[in-house]
């Protein structure tokens, strides 16, 4: 088996959960079960927020025009049907069913076409960042599948790869937290010291820093945010000692 993890970055006004999530930095989706057939899309999806987040995500669920996870730029006609199964003051539990049409294309559906049934997906949305996590049988092409997603995206999102790998070098690893960080984000967090990200006062804020390495604030940050992450869950567990080096096993 095989672990594919990259991030969609979608550009303002290309996709309405991830306008609604900009507005309301702290709240997150994750998916809790997702499943598609040639035809057919359903999931079930997990808000953390605020109140007022969750009724803005709850609100974008419900009313837009078309399904959030259509690639589509405009209404691809396509049914799709959303029921609120839990909510309470910090979390939101929607159910999703997605009936598509030709004109529709995903991401589900692509890893469908081109690595076959059986695809297990795990995302994350935090912001404009749209995490996914594939495991699949290794067989089908991954390039043609990047490159039909590349193509459905067009100007509407940038793409970046995370990680690939067996998944027996990740077990335990999920969409935000794969069994190491990328490149990327030993990268950004490396720039981050380097340039006083993290003394106090701080010598740089995040937007500095994000000018300095040519990408967007929110990818920077997404990438701090994970490497951090990343860092202290290995920290806590046991894996590094408090002066950084690691502990024998």
Not at 136 to 142: A, I, K, P, R, T
Not at 184 to 202: C, F, I, K, N, T
Not at 218 to 237: D, F, G, N, Q
Request: hydrophobic share 35%; with cysteine.
């Amino acid at each position: 088996m095989r672990e594919l993890v990259f991030a969609l970055e979608y550009e303002p006004g290309c996709n309405e959960v991830a306008d609604t999530l900009v507005d309301h930095p702290d709240a997150r989706v994750r998916s809790l079960s997702l499943h598609v057939t040639a035809e057919r899309l359903w999931r079930v999806d997990h808000a953390t927020g605020t109140p007022a987040a969750l009724d803005a995500i709850e609100d974008t669920f419900l009313t837009s025009d078309y399904y959030a996870d259509c690639l589509a730029t405009e209404d691809c006609g396509a049914t799709q049907t959303t029921r609120v199964l839990d909510r309470t003051d910090d979390t939101l539990v929607l159910y999703s069913d997605w009936v598509r049409t030709p004109t529709c294309a995903s991401v589900p559906h692509i890893a469908r076409d081109h690595l076959g049934d059986g695809v297990l997906f795990e995302t994350r949305h935090e912001g404009r960042h749209y995490t996914w996590r594939l495991i699949h049988s290794g067989e089908g092409s991954v390039t043609a599948f990047f490159d039909d997603l590349e193509t459905a995206i067009g100007e509407c999102a940038t793409m970046e790869l995370l990680r690939t790998a067996d998944t027996t070098a990740s077990a335990g690893g999920d969409a935000g937290m794969p069994g190491s960080m990328s490149s990327e984000q030993e990268a950004a967090l490396r720039a981050a010291v380097e340039h006083g990200y993290y003394e106090s006062p701080r010598d740089v804020d995040v937007g500095e820093l994000a000018e300095h390495l040519d990408v967007p604030r929110s990818t920077l940050t997404y990438r701090l945010r994970r490497a951090e992450e990343y860092l202290t869950k290995r920290h806590v567990a046991g894996e590094w000692t408090t002066e950084g080096s690691p502990v024998s096993l």
